[in-house]
């Protein structure tokens, strides 16, 4: 990582320093092969992972990654298992894995909470549990990273020609005279969010609609019918090619999507942290965001030594340093506060 690079080089400088200034150093008393904390191998096991947190990219890196610290996993890439609801149901079904990690709130809340019969958690608090706040199921789940899922707009001659979006609510997109993309189900964690974000402010706990005022579903309908859909998965894509004006991504990824935006477009978005012909619609109800948790299933023919090596991985991938290296890879923003700092220091991005 460049942080690491640049630690190292001004840790050379402060000694060629010290050297300079005719101030010796005590040499350090090498370390003998006793004083070396050893390193337990645990790639024996192969520790099975569910998750809906598995672009290509993402599971690629973790194997390998994982591989160097000494473990060996098994996760499927979303061409297999695509979004949370697949991922808890092959997870629920299968009654294979070690490890659930992703998914949001109420999936979680319904895993602690025993809805599903064949997931059940371990009993397990890492050593970095107090550095994830509160995104914590104490004793059960634990913060991995944070998700916003967040309105995009072109603003360029192929968007609002320079234009500020300025909405009250979310739902504001369906009367702004601009083209928007509409996602293809309803199904899924992004996707969901997207509704609940549309119709927040159409809550009505007196509303027989399920909570939600006849308007906001009328209001929901206009959105789908009134949108339009490329066949893309996400939003990003057809907002990148100028195919829609106005449109929805979730947060992570978005920096490195952007970065290589002119891939698939002849007039792509441009600007990375500081946007050029693109913006995000200032919305007054702001953003609609989620944790996701990393939790360790109890697997009835597991041994005491597996365990062992998928509380090991465990600890190993919700750590600050591996959260950090995640988070450069992937423009993900960590639950962990210690590797928020490591990242970003004092100056976190507006997304």
């Avoid at 370390?31 to 569910?50: A, F, H, L, M």
């Avoid at 916003?148 to 369906?174: C, P, S």
């Avoid at 597991?302 to 509380?311: C, H, I, L, S, Y």
Wanted: with cysteine.
């Amino acid at each position: 990582m460049k942080r690491k690079l640049l630690a190292l080089l001004l840790a050379s400088v402060m000694v060629l320093s010290l050297v300079a200034c005719g101030q010796k150093e005590t040499p350090d008393t090498p370390e003998t092969p006793d004083d070396q904390e050893e390193v337990k191998d645990y790639s024996g096991y192969t520790i099975r992972i569910y998750s809906n947190s598995n672009s290509t990219e993402r599971t690629t890196w973790l194997i390998q990654e994982a591989k160097d610290a000494g473990f060996t996993i098994s996760i499927d890439d979303n061409s297999v298992i695509s979004g949370d609801t697949a991922a808890i149901q092959a997870a629920n079904e299968n009654k294979d894995g070690d490890i659930l990690f992703g998914l949001n709130e109420t999936r979680w809340s319904q895993v602690v909470d025993g809805v599903y019969e064949n997931l059940k958690l371990v009993d397990w608090t890492p050593t970095w549990a107090g550095e994830v706040g509160e995104y914590a199921y104490p004793g059960a789940a634990y913060g991995l990273v944070i998700q916003n899922v967040l309105m995009l707009y072109r603003n360029d001659e192929l968007g609002t020609n320079g234009e500020k979006l300025h909405f009250q609510h979310w739902a504001d997109i369906v009367d702004c005279g601009y083209t928007w993309y509409r996602q293809n189900k309803v199904g899924g964690t992004t996707n969901a969010n997207i509704n609940s974000a549309m119709l927040y402010a159409f809550t009505d706990p007196t509303s027989p609609a399920g909570g939600i005022s006849v308007d906001g579903w009328k209001m929901l309908w206009k959105y789908c019918a009134n949108g339009s859909y490329t066949g893309d998965s996400y939003g990003f894509d057809p907002l990148n090619r100028g195919d829609v004006q106005v449109s929805t991504f979730y947060s992570s990824s978005l920096y490195g999507k952007i970065d290589s935006a002119a891939d698939s477009s002849s007039a792509p978005l441009t600007g990375t942290t500081t946007p050029e012909n693109w913006g995000v619609v200032d919305i007054d109800d702001g953003t609609y965001y989620i944790a996701e948790y990393i939790g360790i299933l109890d697997r009835a023919d597991r041994t005491p030594e597996q365990t062992e090596a998928v509380k090991a991985f465990a600890e190993w991938f919700g750590s600050a340093e591996t959260q950090t290296e995640w988070s450069d890879e992937f423009d993900s923003f960590p639950c962990n506060e210690v590797a928020v700092k490591n990242v970003y220091g004092d100056e976190i991005p507006a997304i």
